[in-house]
């Protein structure tokens, strides 16, 4: 019979009991999915600013409780469509005779 107490893991490391495993994989989970929100938050929060000193078009305004993918596509919606403006100028210049597009190719 295996002692499950002292019995190796998959990673290889032992588990102290089978209950504390998942609760602080739960845990560590948790604190990860936080950790990103956070950090979409802060993506989303630049990009406002951006966007109020005409650096970005204005980011669509979502509902409470917007999960981080929602948020994420939401920047990413105004980032193309800043490098989309962008890209036009850009192509207006060249054929101006006023500079490469390099990001074109």
């Known amino acids: 019979m295996v002692d499950v107490q002292s019995a190796p893991a998959v990673d290889g490391h032992t588990c102290k009991s089978m209950s ?3 609760a602080s994989e739960y845990a560590e989970l948790l604190k990860s999915y936080h950790d990103l ?3 979409v938050r802060m993506v989303r929060r ?3 600013r951006a966007a109020r000193v005409r650096a970005l078009p ?7 409780g917007s ?3 929602q948020e994420c596509e939401a920047v990413a919606r105004a980032l193309y469509a800043a490098a989309g403006r962008h890209r036009q ?3 207006a210049n060249v054929l101006a005779g006023l500079g490469r597009d390099k990001s074109s190719a």
């Open 67 to 69: 999960t981080p993918l």
């Open 37 to 39: 929100v956070d950090a």
């Open 20 to 22: 504390e495993t998942p």
């Open 89 to 91: 100028q850009a192509g």
């Open 46 to 48: 630049a990009a406002e």
């Open 58 to 64: 204005p980011l669509e305004a979502l509902p409470p």
